[in-house]
């Protein structure tokens, strides 16, 4: 069973699908926490440290595994019935992707910082197109391997497409692939929900 969670910054996404987990651990099931985010910034190590606070009291016994790669193929191996599993988030992941795509093409180190903005300025037209391919590649090879899960998985995105349209192309392309991310998620998910200002409103089933 998948089920997607969509939701903005500080929408209390992850706080809801945590609650989900929580459903299921009720009834047994063991739990695992897939964190894509890397902490190569300070302000992105504060994050994830307060995420990591979070957990130690929400009453889970979570199994933690940190993946901002190569997530098929982690959600392969631990998918099995009477497991629950929730990856935060599939944005970050995104953005991981086109990261090293782009410094794989160019030849050049990894940048610093996880922001989607180090890509946006760092890769050329043609190392970007390239990465793009790349990403279509993983993306399709990802989708396709969700319906072949066992157990259930809870996938946390952001929703990028309702604020002001980015003024460079680079940018523009990074909100087109998290929309076209979702999407494709959404269409074969069980169950999606949109979280805004803490508030579920379920968009699947209707």
Known sequence: MIH????????????????LVRQYTAL???ACYVA????????????????????TDDGIEWQLFEESL????????????GRVILVD??????????????????????????HATDFITSASSTSNDEALASWQAEKTAFVDSLAELEGVVVLISNEVG????????????????????NQAVAALADNVTLVVA????ALKPL
């Open 198 to 201: 803490g508030l579920p409103l």
């Open 28 to 30: 047994g099931f063991d």
């Open 36 to 55: 894509t985010a890397q902490a190569l910034d300070d302000e992105m190590a504060t994050r994830i440290a307060k995420h990591q606070a979070g957990r």
């Open 70 to 81: 190569a997530l098929t193929a982690l959600l392969k191996r631990l998918a099995k019935p």
């Open 162 to 181: 309702s604020g002001i349209v980015p003024l460079g192309e680079l940018s523009r392309q990074f909100v087109d692939e998290a929309g076209w991310l």
């Open 89 to 114: 988030c599939l944005t970050l992941w995104l953005t991981n992707q086109l990261l090293a795509f782009s410094a794989k093409i160019d030849d050049d180190p990894a940048p610093t910082e996880w």
């Open 4 to 19: 997607l969670v969509l939701g903005g910054a500080r929408s209390g996404k992850s706080r809801y699908g945590e609650a």
